[in-house]
């Protein structure tokens, strides 16, 4: 082989290499990435069914209600557009309180129930995840861009 084929052949193999470790880099990463959702995204269908997300919004307020067991809690979370339910099974987060901004990560289930299998709360008064603040955001322009004669879907 000539010099020329050689050093071809060398950056060929390089490349197969480099994207070979690319590939298991991504296939590894697959399961791992939690993506962020809001109320009316998953309403819209458009987070995973099958697969862990997380989504947030603000606990509504009078929604929450603890089994007996004690560590059960079923509670609304809302992006003032649309609301959904959650259930988790754990203790949750001193900071948890109604009314205030949460995000949740677990699966949402065919009986289109969020199963979390953890509860983040904000830590500090001025603080909101900064996909919620958008989404509440987002949420905020397009109620006020619904006229009032037209019912919003929950």
């Given at each position: 082989?000539k010099?020329r084929q ?5 950056i ?8 070979a470790a690319v ?9 791992n ?30 929604s ?13 979370i809302?992006?003032?557009q ?21 995000v ?16 983040l ?24 861009a619904v ?8």
């Amino acid at each position: 082989m000539k010099p020329r084929q050689k050093r071809l052949v060398y950056i060929l193999a390089a490349i197969a290499i480099f994207g070979a470790a690319v590939g298991l880099v991504l296939y590894a990463l697959k399961n791992n990435v939690s993506l962020f959702f809001t109320p009316t995204q998953v309403y819209n269908k458009e987070a995973p069914q099958a697969r862990s997300f997380r989504v947030g919004g603000l606990v509504v307020e009078g929604s929450l209600k603890r089994e007996r067991d004690g560590l059960t809690v079923h509670f609304d979370i809302t992006d003032t557009q649309n609301t959904m339910p959650v259930t988790y099974k754990g203790i949750l987060p001193d900071l948890f309180k109604e009314g205030k901004g949460v995000v949740a990560q677990g699966k949402l289930q065919a009986d289109h129930v969020f199963y979390a299998e953890e509860v983040l709360a904000k830590h500090d008064e001025n603080y909101v995840a900064p996909e919620a603040a958008r989404a509440l955001e987002m949420a905020a322009k397009a109620a006020s861009a619904v006229p009032p004669s037209t019912p919003v879907a929950k």
